[in-house]
């Protein structure tokens, strides 16, 4: 919701998914209807699938897309690859 009150001040449109599952709907939705969005914002605490799950399968699908994981994870429990 940070994010979101951030972004809307400025003027931007943003979308809240709540979990990794409505995150990936709405940007295969975006896609879909040729609206891609210009970045992401997106918590690794994400579950159904996990965020770090979402952003592997958003960089699949569009490799270019801009993408911000944000975490309260300290470094140490972060997976490797999301590092």
Do not use: W
């Not at 939705?29 to 210009?38: A, E, G, L, Q, T």
């Not at 914002?41 to 159904?48: K, Y």
């Not at 799950?53 to 699949?60: G, H, M, S, T």
């Amino acid at each position: 919701m940070l994010f979101s009150s951030y972004v809307s001040s400025l003027d931007v449109n943003a979308e809240i998914a709540s979990s990794g599952e409505t995150a990936l709907t709405c940007f295969f939705d975006s896609m879909k209807m040729n609206r891609p969005y210009d970045g992401i914002i997106q918590d690794t605490h994400l579950s159904n699938p996990s965020g770090l799950d979402v952003a592997k399968r958003i960089r699949k699908e569009k490799p270019d897309q801009k993408l911000v994981q944000v975490t309260t994870s300290s470094k140490e429990y972060l997976l490797s690859d999301c590092l």
